[in-house]
Nanobody, 118 residues
Framework: QVQLVESGGGLVQAGGSLRLSCAAS????????MGWYRQAPGKQRDLVAEITRGGSTNYADSVKGRFTISRDNVKNTVYLQMSSLKPEDTAVYYC????????????WGQGTQVTVSS
């Protein structure tokens, strides 16, 4: 089991920045990758960025060059630094921890609202 606690969402004007944090606890040594997903009203939950155990990163095309995912292995925390925010970035952002052990297990945080005003 993995527990995820997110923080850092809020309201920001277009062009501004926010940093999301996700602290993991539990079976953290089993985690294969961690990432951030987002879900806007009426839309599906989509991957924003992920970072693997080996440190490889992957970003959605819509956020490349604006968002950066990073991690602090001492604090067991993953961050999403969001810059040059756009109104279309408005969504609930969910932290994800994925364990690949023959089958895939996904664990989710409670979600944090990010609202970008124009």
């Amino acid at each position: 089991q993995v527990q995820l606690v997110e923080s850092g969402g809020g309201l920001v004007q277009a062009g501004g920045s926010l940093r999301l944090s996700c602290a993991a606890s539990g079976s953290i040594f089993s985690i294969s990758a961690m990432g951030w997903y987002r879900q806007a009203p009426g839309k599906q939950r989509d991957l924003v960025a992920e970072i693997t155990r080996g440190g490889s990163t992957n970003y959605a095309d819509s956020v490349k060059g604006r968002f950066t995912i990073s991690r602090d292995n001492v604090k067991n925390t993953v961050y999403l630094q969001m810059s040059s925010l756009k109104p279309e970035d408005t969504a609930v952002y969910y932290c994800n921890a994925m364990i690949q052990a023959g089958v895939r297990y996904d664990y989710w945080g409670q979600g944090t609202q990010v609202t970008v005003s124009s």
